[in-house]
């Protein structure tokens, strides 16, 4: 038996003894998912044989834009561009930001993040506080 077809048949299994199906239901999900699987396989083992081209999804100099970030690997927008996310490029932030050409310590959040971000620190005060606590301890 295929593995696909053995791994729909464990799928279907686990929503049966969720929920009542009917055998029709049972055999059509097993037999839609086992394709589906199939064809995941075989795109995944298209995309293996010809890695994606080397070329940005845009220029990145306009991939950081007021309310998005563009990941110039696939193109999606996000507002952080996190390290999960170029994980599944088979990158790190530092790696990504050295491919495309961005300085080292160029956050990959949109521009509205990056104030927000900035002007909490400045709320905050840290450094009024670290003040006051050396002057605390020094005492």
Same mark, same amino acid.
């Given at each position: #038996?295929?593995? /696909?077809?053995?791994? &729909?048949?464990?799928?279907?299994? &686990? ?5 009542? #199906? ?34 940005? &999804? ?37 790696? /990504? ?23 909490? #620190? ?10 006051? &606590? ?6």
């Amino acid at each position: #038996m295929e593995d /696909y077809l053995k791994h &729909a048949i464990e799928l279907v299994k &686990a929503q049966a003894s969720v929920r009542v #199906m009917s055998e029709d239901e049972m055999a059509e999900m097993i037999s839609s998912l086992s394709s589906k699987l199939k064809k995941l396989d075989c795109c995944e083992e298209v995309e293996e044989a010809c890695p994606s081209s080397e070329a940005p &999804a845009v220029d990145p100099k306009r991939s950081i834009k007021e309310k998005s970030i563009v990941c110039l690997e696939c193109g999606k927008t996000f507002k952080v561009i996190t390290k999960k996310h170029l994980i599944l490029h088979g990158l790190d932030a530092a790696s /990504y930001r050295a491919k495309w050409g961005f300085k080292k310590g160029t956050p990959l959040t949109c521009k509205e993040l990056q104030r927000a971000r900035r002007q909490k #620190m400045k709320d905050m005060k840290l450094w009024e506080k670290r003040a006051m &606590a050396r002057e605390a301890a020094a005492k």
